[in-house]
């Protein structure tokens, strides 16, 4: 099955919405956007902190809103996670996986997070920009574009699922450039950025099911979309809930 996943970017004590992954509209309290996406039966919900002490650890605020919000929809947080221990407090305030950035090139540490919380607790958050018909990837620390995707994917254990997120088309209805998938290989792929009526109108779902394992609706465009009725009617497929 193709999992939908309801995505929130969070920066200090806020909730915000995303275009291009760097233009941001407040949302408001954490806690009211995830009660929201669990009413929308999405999942999984995918939280993303941007933090401004890269070596703080994991954001207090998001684990605590965890801590405080009476959902059952399963979360994978990301940012600031460097350690076994910054793992540790994510499991117990409910995150059921982490989505690791920087550390991906960090082969023993990322190995050492592996080994504790086992493959399937582990997703390779991977922004990426496209030029000139060649896919790089996109340091959110840095905000600068590196290395090719590829190089990156092709270093990481293979079955740790990809997050893929289309810099450019993030936030939009439509956009994305679905030739990265080819730099994937047989792994695991989750999608974002300006999926939502691109997918709902592609009829080819049996190729879409191999391709993908989840595709990450931005959180605007499924509540003004209703992208959960449009999966259900049109791509039964999406739906595993």
Request: with cysteine.
């Amino acid at each position: 099955m193709i999992r939908l996943i309801g995505s929130v970017f969070v920066q200090g004590d806020v909730a915000l919405q995303t275009h291009n992954f760097d233009n941001y509209r407040p949302l408001g309290d954490l806690k009211g956007v995830l009660e929201i996406y669990d009413q929308h039966c999405v999942d999984e919900i995918f939280i993303s902190a941007r933090l401004d002490d890269v070596d703080s650890g994991p954001s207090s605020y998001v684990l605590d809103s965890l801590i405080k919000t009476n959902i059952t929809t399963p979360v994978v947080y990301s940012g600031g996670i460097r350690t076994i221990e910054d793992v540790r407090q994510c499991l117990e305030s409910g995150v059921e996986r982490v989505g690791l950035h920087s550390l991906l090139f960090m082969k023993s540490l990322l190995m050492d997070i592996i080994q504790y919380i086992g493959v399937q607790g582990v997703v390779a958050v991977l922004p990426f920009v496209e030029k000139k018909g060649e896919f790089f990837f996109y340091d959110c620390r840095t905000r600068k574009v590196s290395k090719p995707i590829g190089e990156i994917i092709a270093n990481l254990p293979e079955v740790v699922e990809l997050l893929l997120i289309d810099i450019k088309a993030d936030g939009s209805e439509t956009g994305f450039s679905w030739d990265v998938i080819k730099k994937c290989g047989n792994r695991k792929v989750i999608i974002q950025g300006g999926v939502i009526q691109e997918v709902a109108s592609r009829k080819d779902a049996d190729i879409l099911e191999n391709e993908l394992s989840g595709v990450v609706i931005e959180n605007r465009l499924l509540w003004t979309e209703c992208a959960t009725q449009n999966y259900k009617k049109n791509i039964p497929v999406f739906m595993s809930r």
